[in-house]
Structures are given as structure tokens and as C-alpha cells.
């Protein structure tokens, strides 16, 4: 008798293929949410920003990603602040207790600077985990 039964190596081949389907459409999902948000999203891990969406480099006054992606978080964070900030995210990849949500002063491109909310959520991505954060200007009316 002749089985057609499929090898494991092939099942095993079919899981990993599936697998990576459902990665490359919930990767294609979160981008398109984040890229129609009203406000900004980043992406970041050690300190570093990972990804931004279109709301997050506009609110920072940047045409495209490339000054942000793979650069320094406080970049984009007014002097004044930086030291604030780099010990809130020094104690959050270390897993300590921080505010998920504070105020602090944004750094623009051109220089100028304005007060926005962040709100800040560890997530944990297929490479370990991250920091996903939101911003949101709050010189906005609301």
C-alpha cells in the first residue's frame, strides 16, 4: 500500500510557511493602522526609534524617516529634557516600574520645541520586546 501522507518535513515546512503569512499580514495590518492614525506611533528598543509612522515625523517636522529610524529617541527630545527622558526609558528596559504616560518637550527639526504627551506600552515583538509609544501634541485643541 502506497501512502500519500505528507512527510513531516513538508507539514513542518507548510506550518513555518503559514506562520510567516500571518506575520507578513499582521506586519502589513499594523502598518496601515499606524500609517492613518492622527497621532504619532514609534517603535523603539535600547533607546533607538525602530519605526514612526507619517503623524509621528510630521509632529517632529521630518519629510521622511530616515532622520529618525535607527537614531537616538532623544533626537527628538528638547536639552532641557533629554536627561528625564533617558532615565524614564534606562528604567524601562530594565523592566522597573515607570509612568506609562507622561508630558515632557519635543525637539523639531527647525529647532523649535513644543509639549506633548507620550503614552508608552512594552510590547513584545518577535525579535524581543519594544516600546510602543504614542504622541500626541497638546497644544492641540481638543
Do not use: W
Not at 529617541?73 to 524601562?92: D, G, K, S, T, Y
Request: with cysteine; net charge positive.
Amino acid at each position: 500500500m502506497n501512502s500519500h501522507k505528507p512527510s513531516r518535513s513538508a507539514t513542518k515546512g507548510q506550518r513555518l510557511a503559514a506562520q510567516k503569512k500571518k506575520r507578513l499580514s499582521t506586519d502589513v495590518l499594523f502598518r496601515a493602522l499606524s500609517e492613518k492614525a492622527p497621532g504619532g506611533i514609534i517603535l523603539a528598543r535600547e533607546g533607538r526609534t525602530l519605526y514612526a509612522n507619517r503623524a509621528y515625523l510630521q509632529l517632529f517636522g521630518h519629510a521622511d524617516g530616515s532622520l529618525v529610524v535607527g537614531q537616538p529617541l532623544l533626537n527628538q527630545i528638547a536639552p532641557e529634557c533629554r536627561e528625564e527622558v533617558a532615565a524614564q526609558v534606562r528604567r524601562r528596559e530594565a523592566g522597573s516600574h515607570t509612568p506609562s504616560s507622561y508630558e515632557t518637550v519635543g525637539l523639531r527639526q527647525n529647532g523649535s520645541t513644543f509639549p506633548f504627551r507620550v503614552d508608552v506600552v512594552r510590547i513584545q515583538l518577535e525579535d524581543g520586546p519594544a516600546n510602543l509609544a504614542f504622541f500626541t501634541d497638546i497644544r492641540r485643541p481638543k
